[in-house]
């Protein structure tokens, strides 16, 4: 504060008020437009990168299950993964019965169950609302499965696909397992 007023010159005060005020709107202006840096940061590694940047907070909810059962659980999703680039693939051909097909064998109704009364599907450690999702996962494929069958409008079909690809955003945005 002191410094400031002691800085402000007061001799001559027919000039140098005029050239103080230009001089203080030119301030305020640099100051309102963020031309000047408000803290004393310095161009360096960081310089440039936009602020805010901090690693998201992880906010899935940790799901824990056997470590043999997670292992189950992730074979599975790395084929649901490759299930999805070949119906990406067969629909590209045109061919929508395998299209249909894959989504059906690999992720359908008629897929579920697959690990029953081995003791490691991994299922029955998932909470109610993630098993939900899974389920409306495997819904999702048959209807999709149904709909590449009757080969009507390709929108509507990759609408159907999309509704599968949902629930697999849905549910890793709110589940992990470690
Ligand atoms: C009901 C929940 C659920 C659904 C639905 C689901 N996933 Fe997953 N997925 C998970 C969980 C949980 C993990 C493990 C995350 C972690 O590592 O903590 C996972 C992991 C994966 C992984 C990584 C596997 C690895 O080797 O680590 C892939 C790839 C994947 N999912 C693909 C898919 C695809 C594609 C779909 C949809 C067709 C899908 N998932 C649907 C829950 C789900």
Do not use: W
């Not at 440039?48 to 189950?72: C, F, H, W, Y």
């Not at 084929?79 to 070949?86: E, R």
Request: with cysteine; hydrophobic share 35%.
């Amino acid at each position: 504060m002191d410094k400031k007023s002691g800085q402000r010159p007061c001799t001559k005060k027919g000039r140098v008020l005029p050239l103080l005020g230009v001089f203080l709107s030119f301030m305020l202006t640099v100051l309102f437009t963020g031309l000047i840096p408000t803290s004393n940061a310095q161009p360096g590694p960081g310089y440039g990168r936009q602020k805010n940047i901090t690693p998201a907070k992880d906010e899935r909810e940790l799901v824990s299950m056997p470590e043999g059962v997670m292992q189950v659980l992730r074979q599975d999703m790395r084929s649901h993964l490759t299930s999805i680039d070949q119906i990406l693939s067969h629909l590209a051909e045109g061919d929508l019965d395998m299209a249909a097909e894959i989504a059906e064998s690999e992720m359908g109704r008629g897929s579920m169950g697959k690990h029953r009364g081995t003791g490691m599907g991994p299922g029955r450690y998932m909470p109610s609302d993630m098993h939900d999702i899974g389920f409306g996962m495997h819904q999702a494929a048959s209807n999709f499965a149904e709909i590449a069958k009757k080969k009507g409008e390709l929108k509507g079909i990759y609408a159907a696909l999309q509704e599968v690809t949902s629930h697999c955003v849905a549910c890793h945005l709110s589940y992990r397992i470690r």
